[in-house]
Structure formats: structure tokens, C-alpha cells
């Protein structure tokens, strides 16, 4: 099993930035790959970004350039980078971690961007 809590969130202005935090526990070495994703209020869960077990990242769009994800190289801590943020970003965002047996999830964290 897999464990992870995120650490990071909080209240920014428009144009500040933040950096969250996920970090896993257990049997670590079973993750494929770890990811972001966030849930705006009345809004669905949506994906963020993803970095694989090689190392490989990609981005969605609406955030493509403004955040950067990365890992500690023990590969127990995955970061979230988010800089240039705009009120569009506020939401939960939640760390997931993709293993053989299927997809678990951290707690969340709340990031409100004010205008």
C-alpha cells in the first residue's frame, strides 16, 4: 500500500506562486508514475500534470509553462511548482500515485488565487 500527503496550499494573489508537496510512504517502489490533478468548486476532478518512473513529465495546456512538476531522488517526494497563478487556478489539488493495483489519492490541498 501507498500513502500520500500533500502540504504546500494556500491563499496567493494573482501572479504570486506555490509550491506543494506530496509525499508518499509504503511500498513506494510499486508507482508507475505520480500526478497532480484539481477540483474547482461545481467542477470535476481534472488532471494536471504527470511525471513517470523514468522521468518523463507532460502538462496540461492551461498550465503548460506556469507549473513545473519534479520529484526528490529518492522518488518519495513529488513537487508542484506553480508560479504566474491566476484566480482560474483556485481548486483542491489532489497527488496521485498510479501503482499495478490502481490509482490512489492524497488528502488534498486548498489553493485560492485572489484577484
Known amino acids: 500500500q501507498v500513502q500520500l500527503v500533500e502540504s504546500g496550499g494556500g491563499l496567493v494573489q494573482a501572479g504570486g506562486s506555490l509550491r506543494l508537496s506530496c509525499k508518499a510512504s509504503?511500498?513506494?517502489?510499486?508507482?508507475?508514475?505520480r500526478a497532480w490533478y484539481r477540483q474547482a468548486p461545481g467542477k470535476q476532478r481534472e488532471w494536471v500534470t504527470t511525471?513517470?518512473?523514468?522521468?518523463?513529465?507532460s502538462y496540461d495546456d492551461s498550465v503548460k509553462g506556469r507549473f513545473t512538476i519534479s520529484r526528490d531522488n529518492a522518488k518519495t517526494t513529488v513537487y508542484l511548482q506553480m508560479n504566474s497563478l491566476k484566480p482560474d487556478d483556485t481548486a483542491v489539488y489532489y497527488c496521485?500515485?498510479?501503482?499495478?493495483?490502481?490509482?490512489?489519492w492524497g488528502q488534498g490541498t486548498q489553493v485560492t488565487v485572489s484577484s
Open positions: 509504503g511500498t513506494i517502489n510499486r508507482i508507475n508514475s
Open positions: 511525471i513517470t518512473r523514468a522521468g518523463t513529465t
Open positions: 496521485s500515485a498510479a501503482l499495478p493495483s490502481g490509482q490512489t
